[in-house]
């Protein structure tokens, strides 16, 4: 596992700790600072540059591609038909879809513009590196709550019927990282730390019943083992959250500036017919182009958001396939904005996710730059 390099955090809004939290910050001071990001642009350039003729072959760019891919979170090229469609499009950023060679200042116009990306991504949803090491963990087990939540627990999994590891399996993995838990959908931490942890009670008959005292008693000891086995091997977990709530969109469609520019951009992404108008079934594709302004997810992304979305455009009957003229289509895309607001402001969405970081987080990178 990653070693670590970031502080524990009290996700659940204590004083302790104080994780790593990542959220651009590093990233648009670089790309602020003129003369230092000149000098990172170069050196990347030189290092990227294998046949010194001061331009960058497609071949020459891949590494760069990989390691933005990686910044983003994708799996490695070859692995996924829909990373590798993003792989491509970054390719297609620094190339334009027809050069064979890019310069070093399109290198650095290009870079600009993705970091500024990620950066502003960081600063709307910041992540939190958390490192688990099981002190979270016997701090609830030894806490207050803990008989309370866990006789909780007990009622959803229908007890007493099965045997006594099926539950405490079932009841281990209900536990989340508030309460120290890595998550348990990562087939690492399941057979590092939850399966050797349960060794404990493999011996337990199937036949025995399952009382709540017997139960709770034998939870404390495996989660304690959990704590251990965390102790000597600690996980580190990226943690975000994000609650959707229809305010990136009412500053967007506060600032007509903003907005103009957005939709212009948009429009771009949206081909038009012979007679130079556009299909409202493209009016989804203009709303991914838009959501980075409007503080959205692309469709498809989150479902919760997917069906706010669906019902907006429902509601306005945007599915149609009839053919508009821009400045239609325009004011269809802000009336959808407008609506998903309205239906944000009513009923907010929150979401939270986990993933454990398997690489080190100061891994060597020919690209994007070191976070501190």
């Given at each position: 596992m990653a070693s670590g390099a970031a502080k524990r955090k009290d996700v659940r809004g204590g004083e302790g700790g104080g994780g790593q939290v990542l959220d651009g910050s590093d990233i648009m001071e670089l790309v602020g600072n003129e003369e230092v990001f000149s000098s990172f642009v170069d050196h990347k350039f030189q290092e990227l540059d294998r046949d010194c003729d001061g331009k960058l072959s497609v071949k020459e760019l891949q590494p760069a591609v990989a390691d933005i891919g990686a910044a983003l979170g994708l799996p490695a090229q070859g692995t996924s038909a829909d990373s590798d469609h993003i792989y491509s499009e970054v390719l297609n950023e620094f190339t334009h879809g027809r050069q064979e060679q890019v310069s070093k200042t399109e290198f650095k116009e290009v870079l600009s513009d993705i970091l500024l990306g990620m950066a502003a991504g960081l600063k709307r949803d910041p992540i939190v590196i958390l490192r688990i090491d099981g002190e979270d963990l016997r701090e609830f087990i030894n806490g207050p709550n803990f008989e309370a939540e866990m006789v909780s627990i007990c009622t959803l999994l229908d007890l007493p019927e099965g045997s006594l590891q099926d539950y405490v399996t079932k009841a281990l993995l209900q536990l989340t990282v508030e309460q120290g838990m890595p998550p348990t959908t990562d087939s690492w931490v399941m057979s590092n730390i939850v399966e050797p942890a349960l060794q404990s009670i493999a011996g337990c008959s199937d036949e025995q019943s399952v009382s709540q005292e017997i139960f709770l008693s034998e939870f404390k000891k495996v989660a304690e083992n959990v704590a251990q086995h965390l102790a000597e091997q600690p996980v580190i977990v990226a943690h975000s959250e994000n609650t959707f709530d229809g305010s990136a969109i009412k500053r967007l469609l506060s600032n007509k500036f903003e907005l103009d520019k957005a939709l212009e951009a948009a429009l771009k992404t949206v081909p038009k017919d012979r007679n130079g108008?556009?299909?409202?079934?493209?009016?989804?594709?203009?709303?991914?182009?838009?959501?980075?302004?409007?503080?959205?997810?692309?469709?498809?992304?989150?479902e919760e958001v997917?069906?706010?979305?669906?019902?907006?455009?429902?509601?306005?009957?945007?599915?149609?396939?009839?053919?508009?003229?821009?400045?239609?289509?325009?004011?269809?895309?802000?009336?959808?904005?407008?609506?998903?607001?309205?239906?944000?402001?009513?009923?907010?969405?929150?979401?939270?996710?986990?993933?454990?970081v398997h690489e080190p987080l100061t891994s060597p990178s020919t690209l994007m730059p070191p976070s501190s």
């Open positions: 108008k556009l299909l409202k079934e493209y009016l989804r594709t203009a709303l991914d182009a838009v959501g980075p302004s409007a503080g959205l997810p692309p469709y498809g992304a989150l997917d069906k706010v979305v669906t019902y907006v455009f429902n509601m306005m009957n945007a599915d149609d396939g009839k053919a508009v003229k821009e400045d239609e289509f325009k004011k269809l895309l802000t009336e959808i904005l407008g609506g998903i607001m309205l239906q944000l402001e009513g009923s907010p969405i929150s979401v939270s996710s986990n993933s454990v």
